[in-house]
């Protein structure tokens, strides 16, 4: 099978450019962008996941962006998901074979003395067992490496990308529907996974959700369906791997002014911030124009406005945001999911968000629902 987001020359490049020897992902994303093998949380069968505490999973990118992997011992189908030679697939049973494994490997490969980059996220104990065995590696922080390959993505990522958001639209759309006086969120919540499960999808990434003022980070505890409160659905999907982002809201009764108005406001300040996103452009300049013309708009409430890079995560880097911006430009095929907030007594945080592609010349939207809150 071919690579979905992987790129031997873009890996062999970053790998040069930071000065890495070989680079060893640990975390269920990076293997999995690396390899295809199902270890992520969502896959159709978790299982490599499950077990990763007693049969861990790696893998290992040379300099020149060759790839091997090592998986547990029992795991019969790589061939099925894996592009990488069936030989650079490495068995092991428990922990203990495991790193031996990944030890015994990068001394075959003559890196024991070289320069090992390393995900911050990586297990303690596999850490200390490079750190015992090899004394005289330098061990490097190879987060960047792995984001610097994954930013831009490929034509087969955004296509699982864009499946995602119209499954994640397609669970809103559902609960907007199901939404009436009364009805609690437990039972939307049930909607929506049963939504996008029957669209084929693996999962979802998350499920966020409130009613009026309740917690959007805690939904699920009964809270009923209230006249006149915005009930606000901020849902992602996971087509095979690849999250999507998107939010909209729904009232039974009538809008509260405030809110609406501040909706409004996001919502143009979400269009100049599209508008604005083209590749060189730099997002530190970007961030503070926009916030600017916010300014220009209302210099009410408490805002957030968020250019974050999503892909394998939800949030896999913010380009700009209340923490500031990275220092890269825009680049042709990053995909963002563009979010804007303003903070509403008695509503919380009323605003949009939408997933966006990079292209030549400007944005493309993703997701495809009416801006505006729902009126029932």
Sequence with gaps: MEPIGYRKEKAKEVLESHDIDLLIASTPVNVFYTTGLPVTHVAPNPILYVLKN?????????RNGEESAILWSLYDSVEEFSWIDPSQVYRAGAVEGALKMMTSKIEEWGLENKTIGLESLMP??????LKTKFPNATFAEGDKAFLDM?????EEEIRRIKKST???????????E???????DTELLKIARKTIVEEGAWGWDHLT????????EAPGLGIP????????????????????????GVVVGEEPKKAKDALEYMIQVQDFCVDNIKPGVDPHQLAEDAKAYLKQLTKRGFYLITGHHIGLECEEAHMFGPMGAM????EKNMVLDIEVWLNVRGQGLVGIEDCYRVTDTGCERLSSLEKRTIVK
Excluded: H
């Design 54 to 62: 007693q049969y861990p999973f790696l893998s290992m990118v040379k």
């Design 124 to 129: 303690r104990y596999q850490f200390e067992a």
């Design 150 to 154: 994954r930013l831009v993505k490929t």
């Design 166 to 176: 119209e499954v994640a639209e397609k669970a809103i759309e559902a609960c907007i």
């Design 178 to 184: 199901a939404t009436e006086l009364g009805v609690k």
């Design 209 to 216: 959700m409130n009613i009026g003022p309740s917690d959007p």
């Design 225 to 248: 369906v209230t006249p006149n409160d915005i009930v606000r659905f901020d849902f992602g999907a996971v087509w095979e791997g690849y999250i999507s982002d998107v939010s909209r």
């Design 327 to 330: 220092d890269i430009p825009f």
